[in-house]
């Protein structure tokens, strides 16, 4: 009884670690993209380490921490601004 407990504990932080992880990087994922990178760019970057990413409606990009379910959104994330010559500025937010 005690192994099977331990096995799917052990099963369930290994599913959930990515998620974590991910969350954890993801502030020193806002203050590493460069001033001047294009929208392509740091959207190819965002999903490559696992992110969400939305554009807001004012045309902000919105980088989001990975979902721990389907319902419930992480309000975690980075918040970049463009513009003519690119990212103007990125800034982690705890509440988008």
Same mark, same amino acid.
């Given at each position: 009884?005690?192994?099977?407990?331990?096995?799917?504990?052990?099963?369930?932080?290994?599913?959930?670690?990515?998620?974590?992880? %991910?969350? *954890?990087?993801?502030? /020193?994922?806002?203050?590493? @993209?460069?001033? !001047?990178?294009?929208?392509?760019?740091?959207? =190819?970057?965002?999903?490559?380490?696992?992110?969400?990413?939305?554009?807001?409606?004012?045309?902000?990009?919105?980088?989001?921490?990975?979902?721990? %379910?389907? *319902?419930?959104?992480? /309000?975690?994330?980075?918040? @970049?601004?463009? !513009?003519?010559?690119?990212?103007?500025?990125? =800034?982690?937010?705890?509440?988008?």
């Amino acid at each position: 009884m005690v192994g099977m407990v331990a096995l799917m504990a052990l099963g369930i932080a290994l599913g959930f670690w990515p998620l974590y992880a %991910a969350s *954890q990087k993801l502030p /020193g994922f806002c203050t590493s @993209l460069p001033v !001047g990178m294009s929208a392509s760019q740091a959207q =190819a970057q965002a999903q490559a380490g696992g992110y969400e990413v939305e554009m807001a409606e004012d045309g902000r990009m919105l980088i989001k921490a990975p979902r721990m %379910a389907a *319902q419930v959104d992480s /309000g975690r994330g980075c918040e @970049l601004r463009f !513009g003519e010559t690119g990212l103007e500025s990125s =800034a982690y937010r705890s509440a988008l």
